[in-house]
C-alpha cells in the first residue's frame, strides 16, 4: 500500500540554525501540506501546495517558513532559523484532490531545538 | 471561537458497546469534514471522510454529519481495546486549509 515517507525520523539542531524536513508524497497524489503538532497539543495546519505553488497557509507559516518540492518526488520544509518554540513533531500529507481529498500522514520528524 | 472543538475526555467504555465522539465546528461554509485515531507517539491516521448531512457507515465505523447545528460525530460499534486512542476531528475550511480539534481520548476497558 502507498504511504507518504518522512525523513529524518528525529532532528536535533541549535537555536537559529535552519533546517529542512524531507517528505516523499503517495506518487499520484497532486496536493500536499505540512501540519505541526507541539508535545501533548493539537494538529496545527501550516501549509498546502499544488501545482507547485503554495495553495493556502496558516498565520504560523510566516517568513521563517518556506516549501519546496525540488523534483517530481520530494517536498520539503524548510525552517530559517529556528526557535526553542519550533519544537515539534512535523507533519507531511498528501491527498489526490483539494478539499474534498482524504489525506494521508506520514510517520513525522521530531524537530528538537535547543 | 475555536475552529474546531472536541471534548478531550478521557471518555472509557468496555469492550463491545458503542463509543460516541462529538466535534463541533464554527465556519459555516466548511464542506468537508474528517475522523482520524491517532495513537501515542504516531501520526493521524485516517477513519472517515464525510461530506453531505446524515449518516456514513464503514464497517463498525459511523459518521454523522448535520451541517445546520455544526455537528460531526463517530460512533464506534462493537468497541475493541484496540481502538484505545485519541480521535480527531478534522474540518476543512477555504478549500484547502484544515483544522484539527485538540482530540478525545477513548480508552476500551477489557
Known amino acids: 500500500e502507498p504511504e507518504v515517507t518522512q525523513t529524518p525520523s528525529h532532528q536535533v539542531t541549535q537555536m537559529g540554525q535552519e533546517v529542512i524536513l524531507r517528505c516523499v508524497p503517495i506518487s499520484n497524489h497532486l496536493y500536499f501540506y505540512w501540519y505541526r503538532q507541539i508535545l501533548g497539543q493539537k494538529v496545527e495546519f501550516l501549509v498546502s501546495?499544488?501545482?507547485?505553488?503554495?495553495?493556502?497557509k496558516s498565520e504560523i507559516f510566516d517568513d521563517q517558513f518556506s516549501v519546496e518540492r525540488p523534483d517530481g518526488s520530494n517536498f520539503t520544509l524548510k525552517i530559517r532559523s529556528t526557535k526553542l518554540e519550533d519544537s515539534a513533531m512535523y507533519f507531511c500529507?498528501?491527498?489526490?484532490?483539494?478539499?474534498?481529498?482524504?489525506?494521508?500522514f506520514g510517520p513525522g520528524t521530531r524537530l528538537t531545538v535547543t | 471561537q475555536k475552529e474546531v472543538e472536541q471534548n478531550s475526555g478521557p471518555l472509557s467504555v468496555p469492550e463491545g458497546a458503542i463509543a460516541s465522539l462529538n466535534c463541533t465546528y464554527s465556519?459555516?461554509?466548511?464542506?468537508?469534514f474528517f475522523w482520524y485515531r491517532q495513537y501515542s507517539g504516531k501520526s493521524p491516521e485516517l477513519i472517515m471522510s464525510?461530506?453531505?448531512?446524515g449518516d456514513k457507515e464503514d464497517g463498525r465505523f459511523t459518521a454523522q454529519l448535520n451541517k445546520a447545528s455544526q455537528y460531526v460525530s463517530l460512533l464506534i460499534r462493537d468497541s475493541q481495546p484496540s481502538d484505545s486512542a485519541t480521535y480527531l476531528c478534522?474540518?476543512?475550511?477555504?478549500?484547502?486549509?484544515?483544522?484539527f480539534g485538540t482530540g478525545t481520548s477513548l480508552t476500551v476497558i477489557p
Open positions: 501546495f499544488y501545482n507547485n505553488e503554495i495553495s493556502e
Open positions: 500529507a498528501s491527498s489526490e484532490a483539494a478539499g474534498v481529498g482524504e489525506q494521508y
Open positions: 465556519d459555516r461554509g466548511s464542506q468537508s
Open positions: 478534522a474540518v476543512e475550511r477555504n478549500g484547502n486549509q484544515f483544522y
Open positions: 464525510i461530506y453531505s448531512n
